[in-house]
């Protein structure tokens, strides 16, 4: 069974819509985590949370926001998709507490913004 | 703010060789630390981690060493194959975004036969 999963794994679409990943872990999680990683591999923390908080990177655009319906769920909700949203967006879980705050990711979904 | 820095690559060797991959940090107090890789078109794997001061993470012949005084954990392999191929990523745990991790640059490594 695989632990995290994304949906879609490819998304390709026009600037302007509106589109949603959705993640889901089977693993008992408190914490997901919603990461970016651009053309150049780097990789950058977009969202965590858990059942009790929302942090947000000051740097993602309001267009981008979390929705989680449980706690073994995490969907990326974006709006008005812009060129420069084009990226590979990675969903990992954790435990939040030391020592089993190990993060799993996903398989990752590359979107590409036409 | 917490950072990472890992050496800039791509890193080629040859099969059998031995790798070391830099890695240091700056963080306020003491974070754990990782090293994540990711092969081709996959996502990331947990490949080793250390907790604290002079803790040895170790996996598939894969070590590194958490270095208080140099703020280093940099990767180390004493004989690479081809399979090593992939980008390593080194991260801290980041308490100032809510645990999430704090990636560097990652560092492409390919093995060649």
């Known amino acids: 069974d695989t632990a995290v999963s994304q949906t879609p794994k490819y998304l390709v679409t026009q600037m302007g819509n509106d589109k949603s990943i959705k993640c889901e872990q089977n693993?008992?999680?408190?914490?997901m985590y919603w990461y970016k990683q651009d053309s150049k591999k780097f990789l950058k923390i977009m969202f965590s949370?858990?059942?009790?908080?929302?942090?947000i990177n000051e740097t993602v655009p309001n267009r981008f926001s979390p929705k989680s319906p449980d706690k073994a769920h995490l969907n990326l909700h974006i709006n008005s998709l812009e060129l420069g949203d084009s990226a590979v967006y990675f969903c990992?879980?954790?435990?939040?507490?030391?020592?089993?705050?190990?993060?799993?990711f996903g398989a990752g979904t590359r979107l590409s913004v036409l | 703010g917490n950072s990472v820095t890992q050496m800039e690559g791509p890193v080629t060797l040859s099969e059998e060789a031995f790798l070391t991959i830099n890695c240091t940090y700056t963080?306020?107090?003491?974070?754990?630390l990782f090293w994540y890789v990711q092969y081709p078109g996959e996502g990331l794997q947990l490949l080793l981690k250390a907790t604290k001061a002079d803790d040895k993470g170790s996996n598939k012949g894969f070590e590194a060493t958490y270095r208080k005084e140099t703020t280093s954990f940099h990767l180390e392999k004493g004989s690479v194959q081809v399979s090593d191929s992939a980008v390593y990523f080194c991260?801290?745990?980041?308490?100032?975004?809510?645990?999430?991790?704090?990636f560097g640059k990652g560092t492409s490594l390919l093995v060649t036969p």
């Open positions: 990992a879980s954790s435990h939040q507490r030391e020592p089993k705050n190990i993060q799993y």
């Open positions: 963080a306020t107090g003491y974070p754990s």
């Open positions: 949370y858990n059942n009790k908080e929302l942090i």
């Open positions: 991260a801290l745990r980041d308490s100032n975004s809510g645990y999430a991790l704090n």
């Open positions: 693993l008992g999680h408190d914490t």
